[in-house]
């Protein structure tokens, strides 16, 4: 790998270790956490440094408090869930910079993990501000950087936090990036890209990356319908449809460059049509010729899912973003649960590593019960989503040998 890894860190035994983590855990109105994956995802990490005798101080975001404290946004609430997937103490410390931090680090004992406070209660974090990772860093010996979802922000504690001190990747950030390598920038071919969403708008950038380096691209979801218009499909409007009109050109230009790259694209041949947006609708399947003017359009129909499905039986890789349709409503998350699940049937025999990310993706398939079948899933969503864009993300960067 091209990246620093904790084995190019040396002996750790006796050093203090500060891991940057993604404790970014839902949390109901009882500040109960709902989903514990983001932690227990970064649990190998801190027993390996622990493992190493190193004392482990673990640092993270929580929720959107714009620099300054709040109860609703502390990292106290995660203390029971985070002790009981590492079966260590985990020493809460209400500050992540001063004097309060400096002795709790002096006062740990072997078998212990520190948590400081979050991170977002100082401005400084989101500005990138060096002076204050100067000072967030000072406690520590070395540096190890395990939040690849917030690797797309050059925030102080990703970035500048990382340049001052002997740093590497942790297991989870490693096994991140290694996948998304595999994934996309060095897939066995032919690769397929399955991307759904509302909208053309959000995923432009998205786009026009993946017809230049995806043999197969199967454009879903709400942002199908722009493409459809651009096809010529006048069945397609505002109300019926997540249409944007002021993208159909865009979208032209899109197919456009795909062609010139030799990439095909995989639109609906038909549509799931709903009377209105509600779990049960009434709803039936429609050609492309045949869209009622009013009513909502909410999945693709069985002559799409086998397209998808035909096609996607010649690729290698796959690397999905983005539900087919409207997968919270039952039935309409019919074409993303039978696309994930042949998906991951090609995956068990063998025949296709399968990557998917963004929180949408992830729900979809845990809704479509085939999450623990794809090859890897990704804790990220925009990070994962900037990734799939092309673009270099601050806190990888920083991290290469």
């Not at 969503?381 to 799939?388: K, N, P, R, V, Y």
Request: net charge negative.
């Amino acid at each position: 790998m091209a990246y620093r890894t904790i084995e190019d860190l040396g002996d750790l035994n006796g050093k203090v270790v500060m891991l940057r983590a993604d404790l970014n855990v839902p949390m109901d109105e009882n500040f109960k956490v709902t989903n514990t994956a983001r932690i227990d995802r970064t649990v190998p990490t801190i027993k390996l440094l622990m493992k190493k005798g190193a004392k482990v101080v673990v640092i993270s975001h929580f929720g959107r408090p714009e620099g300054k404290g709040d109860m609703k946004n502390s990292l106290s609430h995660i203390v029971a869930d985070l002790q009981k997937a590492l079966g260590s103490k985990v020493v809460f410390v209400e500050d992540c910079i001063g004097e309060t931090v400096s002795k709790a680090v002096q006062n740990m004992k072997n078998d212990e993990v520190l948590l400081l406070e979050n991170l977002r209660f100082y401005d400084e974090e989101k500005k990138g501000n060096e002076a204050w990772a100067k000072e967030l860093t000072k406690v520590a010996d070395v540096y190890v950087s395990d939040a690849f979802s917030t690797a797309h922000r050059a925030h102080a504690s990703m970035v500048a936090a990382a340049k001052e001190l002997p740093s590497a990747m942790g297991l989870l950030m490693a096994e991140e990036v290694e996948a998304l390598t595999k994934g996309l920038n060095n897939p066995e071919r032919p690769l397929m890209a399955i991307v759904g969403g509302s909208k053309v708008s959000t995923k432009l950038d998205l786009l026009n990356n993946l017809v230049k380096k995806v043999d197969k691209l199967v454009i879903s979801g709400g942002m199908a319908h722009t493409f459809l218009k651009a096809l010529g499909y006048d069945g397609v409007n505002e109300e019926n449809s997540l249409l944007q009109p002021d993208m159909v050109e865009t979208a032209k230009e899109i197919l456009q460059t795909a062609k010139n790259a030799g990439c095909e694209i995989l639109l609906p041949l038909d549509l799931v049509w709903a009377k209105e947006f509600a779990a049960n609708a009434e709803h039936k399947t429609v050609d492309l010729n045949a869209i009622p003017a009013n009513g909502t359009l909410l999945d693709v129909g069985e002559k799409t899912i086998a397209l998808i499905k035909e096609k996607m039986a010649t690729c290698k890789t796959v690397v999905w973003n983005g539900p087919l349709g409207a997968f919270e409503l039952k039935p309409f998350d019919n074409a993303t649960n039978e696309v994930a699940q042949e998906a991951a049937r090609l995956t068990k025999q063998g025949k296709l590593t399968t990557v998917a990310g963004g929180g949408d993706t992830v729900s979809a398939l845990e809704s479509a019960g085939v999450a623990a079948d794809f090859t890897y899933i990704s804790t990220a969503g925009g990070a994962f989503l900037e990734w799939m864009e092309g673009k270099e993300l601050p806190g990888v960067a920083v991290l290469k040998k």
